[in-house]
């Protein structure tokens, strides 16, 4: 499933690629054609993303954005992806980060259903007889598609796509934790969020690793990010919440803040500090991100300490990397250095 910091990405990819435009919206597949018919040529006028939830604001084409705000709400899951296609545009380009034009299941997925993942859009440059470009059809069970003035998103098998009044919206944000990577962390301000996640694991008996993945805690951190940070902290997963010192928390905020909103902004989780970086030569089991064969890359099997590296020695210890299921998600820790 995507963690929040591809959520974030996909908000501003969105809005690089439609703000300020009036977008024709559908439902090629026809689960979503009530709420296409909704949204069909309103103006995007924004896109956010918080924790995993996705908010895009339709406004009335109408000079003055007369009538009511409508929000469209999606949530990836575990299948949902968008794909993009573009009119070769530059500013098209920029926002998808080509030459991938798919975001979704592949950062954290590592081999999704075939029937549920259809093929990369591919011709996207087609032009017609006009001259001028033309979408490529949707491919496979498209629920929701945008087009624009130079590019076209398809989403298929998200968990969540519905239309949201501004009240409705707001109960949903209500429900969530706050965000590490929005601005002022979904709380006012970074201090305020900080200070409500420490007080929030403070509260309760249930083991911290386990808070970390209730995004009613925290908004946005995954599994990855949660195995990772609990690792840098040398704190044990299975320690209850009320048991962790305040500073503790404190700094494994501080320490989210830092490494997710490096991966909203590079499409890839890197936890390890660089001496740390030695690649497993093919040991662990494959994570696949957006980075995978970029110039420069930090390689995926050195991204990691612990994270699907059971078995591995610890990159700082030696000892064996540690595995097991808890709340029905797979942890991995050092048994020595979260001790
Ligand atoms: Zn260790």
Not at 184 to 212: C, K, M, P, Y
Not at 274 to 282: F, I, K, L, N, T
């Amino acid at each position: 499933m995507p963690e929040g910091h591809t959520v974030h990405r996909l908000a501003r990819a969105l809005d690089a690629l439609f703000g300020g435009q009036a977008l024709t919206v559908s439902s090629p597949q026809g689960r979503f054609a009530g709420g296409a018919a909704l949204l069909d040529g309103r103006r995007l006028a924004s896109a956010e993303a918080w924790g995993k939830q996705l908010f895009c604001s339709f406004v009335p084409d109408l000079p003055g954005g007369r009538g009511e705000e409508r929000w469209l709400r999606v949530h990836l899951g575990l299948y949902g992806a968008w794909t993009f296609a573009g009119d070769g545009s530059a500013e098209v380009v920029h926002a998808i980060g080509a030459p991938r034009r798919r975001i979704g299941e592949r950062e954290t997925m590592p081999a999704p259903a075939p029937d549920s993942v259809p093929g990369v859009a591919g011709a996207d440059d087609r032009v017609s007889d006009d001259g001028a470009w033309a979408p490529p059809a949707p491919r496979g069970a498209v629920r929701l598609r945008l087009l624009g003035t130079h590019a076209v998103a398809d989403l298929t098998g998200p968990t969540a796509c519905e239309v949201l009044t501004g009240t409705e919206k707001a109960a949903v944000e209500a429900r969530l934790g706050p965000d590490p990577i929005r601005a002022d962390g979904g709380r006012g301000s970074l201090d305020e969020a900080r200070a409500a996640f420490v007080a929030r694991v403070r509260r309760s008996r249930v083991t911290v690793g386990q808070q970390l993945m209730d995004q009613a805690v925290i908004a946005g951190v995954g599994n990855i990010y949660r195995a990772e940070v609990l690792f840098r902290a040398g704190v044990d997963p299975w320690r209850p919440g009320r048991d962790v010192p305040a500073a503790v928390l404190g700094s494994i905020w501080d320490d989210l803040v830092v490494l997710m909103r490096d991966g909203a902004d590079h499409g890839a989780i890197v936890t390890t500090r660089p001496a740390d970086r030695v690649p497993d030569g093919g040991g662990g089991r494959v994570t696949r991100q957006n980075t995978d064969g970029d110039d420069g890359a930090v390689p995926r099997d050195a991204s990691f300490y612990v994270y699907h590296r059971d078995t591995l020695p610890c990159r700082v210890c030696g000892s064996p990397v540690l595995t097991k299921e808890l709340a029905g998600r797979n942890l991995f820790w050092c048994g020595v250095c979260q001790g």
